[in-house]
Each structure stands twice: as structure tokens, then as C-alpha cells.
């Protein structure tokens, strides 16, 4: 209502209201470089795209006077108590995106009570995020380096900071192939500016010979072996849980074995997730095989899903098929490379309302209430 009362008033929203609209906003406004890293995937982009057509594939079958004046959009994942199904992911580097990054999320977060994952690859620490967030849940993400002392390390701070779960990335354990990001040269400036959480960590400062203040190339050096983990098994996944009390979420998780093994090994969650198109070019949509992994794994076990969720209805579907929440990426990034704090809170404030509003027209009270929201028949092209 607070939307369209703005409206009655003539005032137009600065952010653009649907997804393409604002994407090409920012393409507009921000720098080249920063606007092909956001946008980019991997090779051809056909998976990105992918990802939205599988939400497009299926539909939401409307309930009349389903008694829905009172809404509860609350649920509970991993012990996190969330306001609503909305997650906003890990995205590393922000600070190319605005000069606030990371605080910038950490401060919309926090003033909207929503969850949010902060990535390892962060351009802001693990400590300076938590005392921007003191009143709203958040997680680590994690790329496990090959240093396990490092890798303890970055772990002991998540839990220290009040982090609630663990989100350990399992579809990035080396570069991926993309074509944006090569044309922009833009790997140097990424990695410069998204190494915060090393050249802060005692663990890794204590395999320098001189600190990264006295000589930051060496620092850029050593990072450069300890980051990349193409070695890593599911024997280091199961060394990690061993390694923290907190629930442990597998993100990248496509296929049903992969979400069965991780959740044999200990995790409490699992991401269904492509990484939004940007590891693997023809990688099927996540959407897609969200229903096999969820019959895959236990009831307790939390599925989650991300790529390509833009609007409500996005939202909805996936809770239909199986998803106790979603996360969402690129949205948000938008809103902050174009305004800020004041951009992130728009864009996740405007998809917890369209959430809000489309499952009330579907005649639902409550997130349990979605998963018999599809219609039937709609799910194949
Ligand atoms: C990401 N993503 C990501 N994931 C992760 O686990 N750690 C990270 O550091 C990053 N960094 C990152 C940077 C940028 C610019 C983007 C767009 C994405 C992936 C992210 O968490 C998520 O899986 C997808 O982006 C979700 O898809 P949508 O919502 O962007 O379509």
C-alpha cells in the first residue's frame, strides 16, 4: 500500500520496477567493468537464461477467499528464524559495485530484519559486517582454501561474530569461464579488492614472512596459492563439519546424489544453486532439479534455492516445489550500485512485498500453505 500511496502523490519510484528495467538502469550508470562482473555468466550465458525460462515453465493456480487479511510470511531454516522466504546470497567484491559494499548490504539487512550471507570473497571483514548487522540473522559463506589452518581460521571468526550458519560453496573450486569478466581484464582488480578477509585473518598473516601493510604483493602472492582448491574432497567437507557447531549449508548443489552425500556427511542444508549461471555454460536451471533433490534428502533437511528468483511469483513457485526459502543475488546488487543502502533496502523491501501480496491474491495465509500452489500440467515446455 506505502507503494502505490506514493503513487497518488505522483511520485514515481527512483529504481526501476522490474528486473530487465533496473538491470539496464544500472547498465546505464555504472562503471563498465562493475556492470559486466554483476551481469556476466559463464560462457555463452545459456544457463543464466535458462534459470529464468524454468520459472517460466510452470504456474500458480489462484484460491478465492482463502481467508488471508492475516499474513505470516515468518519461517524458521537452520535454526535462523527469518521474516520472511527471501535470503539475500553471498556476492564477493562489492565494493567495485558501490563504495559502501558490503556495509552498505549489512545496514539494509539489518533495518529490514532479513538474513544475509556475507561472502569470503568480501571487499569489507567478517567483523566490521557483523557490527553493521547487530539486529538481523546472518551467515558466512565459505570457499574452503587449501590451508586448513586458514580455512579453521576464517570459521573460528564466522562463529565469533555471531555468524548463525556456515554456507560452504562446493561449485567454485576454480576459475570459471567468463567471457565478460576476460574481455575487462578484469581479474587483478577483483582479487585486490576482495582478499579483506585474508589480510585480516591471523592464519593467514602468520604465513607471511612480512605483514601485507609492508608488502602487499606479497600478500596478493600468498593468497594466490592458499584460495584456489581444485584438490578438495568430501573428505575436507567432512573435516569441516567437524570443525564447527554451527548448522552447515552446501551451496552449488545440483545433482541428488551430490545433496544426498553432503547431507551423509553432516549438512544440515543444501542450495540448490548454479551459482546464477556463472560456473558452468548449458549446466541445467536449478529450478529444474529442485524436486529430485528435495526427494533426495531427509524432511529435516533445508533445501534452499537461487538463480534467476527476480520476482514474487519466482518466490512462490520455488516454495511450491519444495524450497523452504530462496536466495537472490543480482537484484539487490543492482539496487546498490545505483543508490546505495537506500537501493538494497529498496529492491528486497518491493520483493518481500510482491511476495506478500501475490501469495494473499493466490488465497494463502502462510509459506506452508504454498506448496499446493502450482498449476498442474504447466511444467514442461
Ligand atoms: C555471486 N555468487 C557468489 N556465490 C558465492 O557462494 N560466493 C561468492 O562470493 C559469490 N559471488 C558472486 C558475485 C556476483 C557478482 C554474483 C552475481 C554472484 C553467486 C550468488 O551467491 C548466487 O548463487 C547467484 O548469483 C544467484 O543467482 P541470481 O539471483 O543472481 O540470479
Given at each position: ?18 528486473f ?7 547498465r ?11 551481469a556476466?555468466?559463464a ?59 558490503e ?15 556475507l ?36 570459521v ?5 561474530a ?27 582488480f577483483?582479487?585486490?579488492e ?6 585480516a ?36 567437507f ?32 543444501v ?14 536451471a ?12 531427509p524432511?529435516?533437511t ?5 538463480s ?8 512462490l513457485?520455488a516454495?511450491?516445489l ?35 501480496l ?8 502462510s ?7 502450482l498449476?498442474p ?5
Amino acid at each position: 500500500f506505502e507503494v502505490y500511496a506514493k503513487g497518488l502523490g505522483a511520485e514515481r519510484p527512483e529504481l526501476a520496477t522490474t528486473f530487465d528495467a533496473l538491470q539496464e538502469q544500472a547498465r546505464a550508470e555504472l562503471p563498465e567493468a562493475a556492470y559486466a562482473y554483476v551481469a556476466g555468466g559463464a560462457g555463452e550465458e545459456r544457463t543464466m537464461r535458462d534459470n529464468r525460462a524454468a520459472f517460466d515453465r510452470h504456474r500458480l493456480l489462484p484460491r478465492l477467499l482463502g481467508e488471508v487479511a492475516q499474513r505470516d510470511l515468518r519461517t524458521t531454516v537452520c535454526d535462523t528464524q527469518l521474516n520472511g522466504p527471501v535470503i539475500l546470497g553471498p556476492v564477493g567484491v562489492l565494493s567495485i559495485v558501490h563504495p559502501d559494499g558490503e556495509l552498505a548490504v549489512a545496514r539494509a539487512a539489518n533495518e529490514l530484519g532479513v538474513c544475509h550471507v556475507l561472502s569470503n570473497a568480501a571487499s569489507t571483514t567478517i567483523e566490521d559486517v557483523a557490527d553493521a548487522c547487530p539486529d538481523a540473522p546472518r551467515w558466512f559463506q565459505l570457499y574452503p582454501p587449501n590451508d586448513p589452518e586458514v580455512r579453521r581460521s576464517l570459521v573460528r571468526r564466522a562463529e565469533a561474530a555471531g555468524n548463525e550458519a556456515i554456507v560452504v560453496t562446493l561449485d567454485t573450486l576454480t576459475m570459471p569461464w567468463r567471457p565478460r569478466d576476460i574481455a575487462q581484464a578484469y581479474l587483478p582488480f577483483l582479487v585486490g579488492e576482495g582478499i579483506a578477509n585474508y589480510l585480516a585473518d591471523p592464519a593467514f598473516r602468520a604465513k607471511l614472512e612480512r605483514t601485507p601493510e609492508e608488502d602487499p604483493q606479497g600478500a596478493v602472492g600468498m593468497w594466490a596459492q592458499t584460495f584456489p582448491n581444485p584438490g578438495m574432497t568430501w573428505s575436507d567437507f567432512a573435516a569441516l563439519r567437524e570443525e564447527t557447531s554451527l548448522p552447515l549449508i552446501a551451496k552449488g548443489v545440483l545433482h541428488p546424489d551430490d545433496a544426498r552425500r553432503a547431507v551423509d556427511l553432516g549438512a544440515d542444508g543444501v542450495v540448490v544453486s548454479n551459482h546464477g549461471g556463472r560456473q558452468v555454460d548449458g549446466s541445467v536451471a536449478s529450478l529444474d532439479q529442485l524436486p529430485d533433490v528435495v526427494a533426495a534428502v531427509p524432511d529435516e533437511t533445508a533445501v534452499l534455492l537461487d538463480s534467476g528468483v527476480r520476482t514474487g511469483s519466482d518466490v512462490l513457485k520455488a516454495l511450491a516445489l519444495g524450497a523452504r526459502a530462496v536466495l537472490v543475488a543480482r537484484p539487490w546488487v543492482w539496487g546498490l550500485g545505483l543508490r546505495g543502502q537506500d537501493g538494497v533496502r529498496e529492491v528486497v523491501r518491493s520483493l518481500l512485498a510482491d511476495v506478500d501480496l501475490t501469495l494473499a491474491m493466490c488465497g494463502r495465509a502462510s509459506l506452508e500453505d504454498a506448496a499446493s500452489l502450482l498449476a498442474p500440467g504447466h511444467d514442461r515446455d
